[in-house]
């Protein structure tokens, strides 16, 4: 069974794939780097050459030497006519894109002790060089400086200290440059200047790794950025309007040393090394989302084409991406590493049209035909295009959830759990959010922290927490009419094991965060965490949430959506659920087995005891038996019965039935286990029954659990049977009562009203999740119970299902409601906390 981590779906199928025009042959040499203008193509090479190429005949025109080491870097100076190369020579040479003749050298502040110059960004509205060097440090050149400052005598890097060299090619030389392209190759060579970076345009450990890449980025208002990526895993954003960089921000990538950066509008992407490309948004300064080009494949070289991302990797391999995120093409490009790429205008009058060119290591560099992509104009029937799509992700996303059976209570499937561990961090960070995985102990399953994080602005952020869980039941095949772990649509539902119970609604609202995130529109932090232990009673999340508070951080409000409506055609909001105990009681005697027809009547029999004892608990009427059972439960108040009255009409149910499964107690007895043989002539030795309590507001948990213990242990004491009782209470949970009239809840309610068009019913559950109450009391605020599934999901049944409207609009709330509490005025709690 394949599970590809990535969420972009495969669209190859619907585009052609780019066609190869022409390929060009550097011999023996890698093509390191490419630049491109209106006529020439030009390649930097291993063998320190930089190779000139005609657009029109595809032709070798020229090659301009001069650097003594490989040339690591080009950039294009469209208005000055200027093409700048860096190498691993320490140097930066500035060519004529005219004349093909060398203008200037540039050194590097520290000269060789720059290390190799790995990456070049020009800023035309600065007139200003940025350099990227091994030894961390970010410099910059000012050519507006250069019109009033001349350094014509002084050829050699201030921290050499020599005197002016009068032999030196300095103001004093020959002019070079008005010759032919096919002038002699030594004055091609020289440059006509020599040139410093001082020590004031340098920032000293800008990253703390080399400085692989960069790019000239705007924001929203307009100001020039500089974007620098690192082999320290981060991009940085620097503020450049005054003409000295200032770091604005740090963009955390966590994937391997940044080797690419393209940027388009406010969206930079970063190649990292291990595959994965991060989309940051410049305004927000927020992560929005991540592909996964090929895991543990570096990317290499990245070019924009409009919207359409295209990505070179280490094998070999070019891939496309639309605005969607989706792969549009993939083609195997180069027999070796894909090593630089551009996409630039192809050479005719009357073409509009675009190239993609690939250099690689098998000295080859290649001219793929490409298209600028067009916008897609929404139809009447989908809504929008970016609704449209965004909808495709969720669905595709949950049916590659659906794949993994992670069943936790059966230990076959403990490694399935922690595949769909791994499988969901990696989802929710590709919807852009910061994730990692908390590890719960020996033997228990992870659970995952994500973050979608709002945008930065001068307000505190509300924190809302999310939390969910990826483990489901065991789903027999019998009853079933599709595979349970294998997503099938049919009649406007979507089938398959945890579809609502609960891996629909996590995919649903990790969705709601990167439509958010994607339209710059999501002004909270919504931190998820999912855990794999919830169908087996939450095994050690109390401690690791603990342990873990810190890194989760300060909330303010708790979300959850884990049920389902009380009817197929009424939205819901669940208020309320049911406290539990469950508890195991064993009678044994000090005897092994017996046979009935020779020890019957002579022993007393631990079934015998168990029977007696388990009819202590309830009289005739089923009224629970333990003293002061009943004695904290709330009554019934005028509203409530007009409620219960109304979800009566409802479901056509009798209102004492609603209320006796959501807020009164009850007592259940589950199984009774024997030891030995099942058959009619055994006597056990041993008899152990599961029996379980529901607790409803206000039963105090502690004690109810000291009240059953002691009443069935004087129960069992009356027996005055020989035989020994061990009372084991297995697992707890408290009941939880939402708020009602809190900002939250109103938010959450009015944008229920607001997308499904009617008021939405409060109900209560009779069952229990346990962490609800626990993260209320942990984190000091209150929870919300969205349920997205409807009555007939057959939630822990045989075809279990999610309607894809309720799905969408599910989604949708998420939205409505994370923008309505982004609104409020009222101070966040994390502001108290932080």
Same mark, same amino acid.
């Given at each position: 069974?394949?599970?590809?981590?990535?969420?972009?779906?495969? %669209?190859?199928?619907?585009?052609?794939?780019?066609?190869?025009?022409?390929?060009?042959?550097?011999? +023996?040499?890698?093509?390191?780097?490419?630049?491109?203008?209106?006529?020439?193509?030009?390649?930097?090479?291993?063998?320190?050459?930089?190779?000139?190429?005609?657009?029109?005949?595809?032709?070798?025109?020229?090659?301009?030497?001069?650097?003594?080491?490989?040339?690591?870097?080009?950039?294009?100076?469209?208005?000055?006519?200027?093409?700048?190369?860096?190498?691993?020579?320490?140097?930066?040479?500035?060519?004529?894109?005219?004349?093909?003749?060398?203008?200037?050298?540039?050194?590097?502040?520290?000269?060789?002790?720059?290390?190799?110059?790995?990456?070049?960004?020009?800023?035309?509205?600065?007139?200003?060089?940025?350099?990227?060097?091994?030894?961390?440090?970010?410099?910059?050149?000012?050519?507006?400086?250069?019109?009033?400052?001349?350094?014509?005598?002084?050829?050699?890097?201030?921290?050499?200290?020599? !005197?002016?060299?009068?032999?030196?090619?300095?103001?004093?030389?020959?002019?070079?440059?008005?010759?032919?392209?096919?002038?002699?190759?030594?004055?091609?060579?020289?440059?006509?200047?020599?040139?410093?970076?001082?020590?004031?345009?340098?920032?000293?450990?800008?990253?703390?790794?080399?400085?692989?890449?960069?790019?000239?980025?705007?924001?929203?208002?307009?100001?020039?950025?500089?974007?620098?990526?690192?082999?320290?895993?981060?991009?940085? %954003?620097?503020?450049?309007?005054?003409?000295?960089?200032?770091?604005?921000?740090?963009?955390?990538?966590?994937?391997?040393?940044?080797?690419?950066?393209?940027?388009?509008?406010?969206?930079?992407?970063?190649?990292?090394?291990?595959?994965?490309?991060?989309?940051?948004?410049?305004?927000?300064?927020?992560?929005?989302?991540?592909?996964?080009?090929?895991?543990?494949?570096?990317?290499?070289?990245?070019?924009?084409?409009?919207?359409?991302?295209?990505?070179?990797?280490?094998?070999?391999?070019?891939? +496309?991406?639309?605005?969607?995120?989706?792969?549009?093409?993939?083609?195997?490009?180069?027999?070796?590493?894909?090593?630089?790429?551009?996409?630039?205008?192809?050479?005719?009058?009357?073409?509009?049209?675009?190239?993609?060119?690939?250099?690689?290591?098998?000295?080859?560099?290649?001219?793929?035909?490409?298209?600028? !992509?067009?916008?897609?104009?929404?139809? =009447?029937?989908?809504?929008?295009?970016?609704?449209?799509?965004?909808?495709?992700?969720?669905?595709?996303?949950?049916?590659?959830?659906?794949?993994?059976?992670?069943?936790?209570?059966?230990?076959?499937?403990?490694?399935?759990?922690?595949?769909?561990?791994?499988?969901?961090?990696?989802?929710?960070?590709?919807?852009?959010?910061?994730?990692?995985?908390?590890?719960?102990?020996?033997?228990?399953?992870?659970?995952?922290? =994500?973050?979608?994080?709002?945008?930065?602005?001068?307000?505190?952020?509300?924190?809302?927490?999310?939390?969910?869980?990826?483990?489901?039941?065991?789903?027999?095949?019998?009853?079933?009419?599709?595979?349970?772990?294998?997503?099938?649509? +049919?009649?406007?539902? %979507?089938?398959?094991?945890?579809?609502?119970?609960?891996?629909?609604?996590?995919?649903?609202?990790?969705?709601?965060?990167?439509?958010?995130?994607?339209?710059?529109?999501?002004?909270?932090?919504?931190?998820?965490?999912?855990?794999?232990?919830?169908?087996?009673?939450?095994?050690?999340?109390?401690?690791?949430?603990?342990?873990?508070? !810190?890194?989760?951080?300060?909330?303010?409000?708790?979300?959850?959506?884990?049920?389902?409506?009380?009817?197929?055609?009424?939205?819901?909001?669940?208020?309320?659920?049911?406290?539990?105990?469950?508890?195991?009681?064993?009678?044994?005697?000090?005897?092994?087995?017996?046979?009935?027809?020779?020890?019957?009547?002579?022993?007393?029999?631990?079934?015998?005891?168990?029977?007696?004892?388990?009819?202590?608990?309830?009289?005739?009427?089923?009224?629970?038996?333990?003293?002061?059972?009943?004695?904290?439960?709330?009554?019934?108040?005028?509203?409530?019965?007009?409620?219960?009255?109304?979800?009566?009409?409802?479901?056509?149910?009798?209102?004492?039935?609603?209320?006796?499964?959501?807020?009164?107690?009850?007592?259940?007895?589950?199984?009774?286990?024997?030891?030995?043989?099942?058959?009619?002539?055994?006597?056990?030795?041993?008899?152990?029954?599961?029996?379980?309590?529901?607790?409803?507001?206000?039963?105090?948990?502690?004690?109810?659990?000291?009240?059953?213990?002691?009443?069935?242990?004087?129960?069992?004491?009356?027996?005055?049977?020989?035989?020994?009782?061990?009372?084991?209470?297995?697992?707890?949970?408290?009941?939880?009562?939402?708020?009602?009239?809190?900002?939250?809840?109103?938010?959450?309610?009015?944008?229920?009203?607001?997308?499904?068009?009617?008021?939405?019913?409060?109900?209560?559950?009779?069952?229990?999740? !346990?962490?609800?109450?626990?993260?209320?009391?942990?984190?000091?605020?209150? =929870?919300?119970?969205?349920?997205?599934?409807?009555?007939?999901?057959?939630?822990?049944?045989?075809?279990?299902?999610?309607?894809?409207?309720?799905?969408?609009?599910?989604?949708?709330?998420?939205?409505?409601?994370?923008?309505?509490?982004?609104?409020?005025?009222?101070?966040?709690?994390?502001?108290?906390?932080?």
């Amino acid at each position: 069974m394949a599970r590809t981590a990535s969420l972009s779906r495969n %669209l190859q199928s619907d585009s052609p794939l780019p066609i190869l025009i022409h390929s060009l042959h550097e011999t +023996r040499s890698s093509v390191l780097s490419l630049a491109a203008n209106e006529q020439y193509i030009f390649s930097g090479s291993q063998n320190k050459d930089i190779s000139v190429w005609d657009k029109k005949t595809f032709q070798l025109k020229n090659t301009l030497r001069g650097h003594t080491g490989s040339v690591l870097d080009l950039e294009y100076a469209k208005e000055k006519k200027w093409l700048f190369s860096s190498s691993g020579d320490s140097t930066i040479r500035v060519w004529s894109t005219e004349t093909l003749q060398q203008l200037y050298l540039i050194d590097p502040y520290l000269g060789e002790g720059a290390g190799d110059l790995f990456s070049l960004s020009w800023s035309s509205t600065l007139q200003t060089i940025f350099v990227g060097c091994q030894n961390t440090s970010l410099q910059w050149y000012n050519f507006g400086d250069l019109m009033s400052t001349h350094k014509f005598f002084d050829s050699y890097p201030q921290y050499e200290r020599k !005197p002016a060299d009068v032999f030196a090619n300095n103001g004093n030389q020959r002019i070079l440059g008005r010759g032919s392209p096919d002038s002699d190759r030594s004055d091609m060579s020289s440059p006509q200047e020599y040139l410093s970076i001082p020590p004031t345009n340098v920032i000293d450990s800008a990253h703390y790794g080399y400085i692989y890449c960069m790019a000239i980025v705007t924001e929203g208002d307009g100001g020039i950025h500089l974007a620098t990526g690192s082999g320290d895993e981060t991009v940085k %954003l620097w503020a450049c309007d005054s003409g000295v960089p200032e770091l604005a921000h740090e963009f955390a990538c966590s994937h391997g040393a940044v080797l690419a950066l393209v940027g388009e509008g406010d969206t930079i992407y970063a190649g990292c090394q291990d595959g994965y490309v991060r989309v940051f948004d410049l305004e927000t300064k927020t992560l929005v989302r991540t592909i996964i080009v090929q895991e543990g494949i570096d990317i290499i070289a990245m070019s924009m084409l409009g919207s359409d991302l295209y990505t070179c990797s280490a094998n070999g391999r070019v891939k +496309r991406w639309s605005a969607s995120f989706d792969c549009t093409a993939s083609w195997q490009a180069h027999h070796g590493i894909v090593l630089s790429s551009i996409v630039t205008k192809r050479n005719s009058t009357h073409d509009n049209g675009f190239h993609l060119i690939t250099g690689g290591n098998d000295e080859y560099i290649k001219v793929w035909k490409v298209k600028s !992509p067009k916008l897609r104009v929404p139809s =009447a029937e989908d809504g929008s295009n970016e609704n449209a799509n965004n909808s495709y992700t969720m669905v595709y996303a949950l049916s590659k959830f659906i794949t993994i059976p992670s069943i936790s209570s059966d230990p076959s499937h403990r490694e399935d759990c922690r595949q769909a561990a791994i499988w969901l961090r990696k989802c929710l960070g590709q919807l852009g959010a910061h994730t990692s995985l908390l590890p719960t102990g020996e033997g228990n399953n992870p659970i995952v922290l =994500a973050t979608f994080e709002g945008s930065i602005g001068d307000k505190p952020k509300r924190r809302v927490l999310f939390y969910g869980h990826y483990d489901v039941i065991p789903a027999p095949p019998d009853g079933w009419n599709s595979d349970p772990f294998s997503l099938t649509g +049919r009649n406007g539902y %979507l089938y398959g094991r945890g579809a609502t119970d609960n891996k629909g609604p996590i995919i649903a609202i990790a969705c709601a965060a990167a439509d958010l995130l994607s339209r710059r529109a999501l002004e909270v932090d919504l931190v998820f965490l999912i855990e794999g232990e919830e169908e087996c009673g939450s095994k050690g999340f109390k401690e690791i949430v603990q342990k873990h508070k !810190p890194a989760i951080g300060p909330i303010d409000a708790i979300l959850v959506s884990n049920s389902t409506w009380i009817a197929d055609d009424r939205p819901c909001i669940t208020y309320g659920l049911r406290g539990v105990v469950h508890c195991a009681v064993e009678v044994s005697s000090d005897r092994p087995d017996l046979h009935s027809g020779i020890e019957g009547g002579a022993v007393a029999e631990p079934m015998v005891d168990m029977v007696r004892l388990l009819a202590t608990l309830t009289d005739s009427k089923r009224v629970v038996q333990i003293p002061g059972f009943y004695d904290q439960v709330q009554p019934q108040t005028e509203d409530e019965k007009e409620l219960y009255k109304l979800l009566s009409e409802v479901t056509h149910r009798p209102a004492s039935l609603l209320s006796s499964r959501w807020r009164e107690p009850s007592f259940t007895i589950h199984n009774v286990e024997i030891s030995g043989p099942k058959n009619a002539t055994v006597i056990p030795g041993t008899v152990t029954a599961q029996l379980s309590l529901r607790l409803v507001p206000d039963q105090n948990l502690d004690t109810i659990v000291k009240s059953l213990r002691e009443y069935l242990q004087k129960s069992f004491d009356d027996l005055q049977s020989p035989n020994k009782l061990v009372i084991d209470v297995e697992h707890t949970a408290d009941w939880w009562l939402g708020d009602l009239d809190g900002h939250w809840f109103n938010s959450l309610e009015s944008s229920v009203w607001e997308e499904w068009g009617e008021e939405p019913l409060r109900i209560r559950e009779g069952g229990s999740i !346990p962490s609800v109450p626990y993260l209320e009391k942990e984190f000091g605020c209150h =929870a919300l119970h969205l349920p997205m599934g409807q009555s007939s999901d057959q939630a822990h049944l045989p075809n279990e299902r999610i309607s894809l409207a309720n799905l969408r609009k599910g989604k949708a709330v998420i939205e409505r409601f994370l923008l309505k509490v982004a609104d409020k005025n009222c101070e966040p709690q994390s502001t108290s906390q932080a």
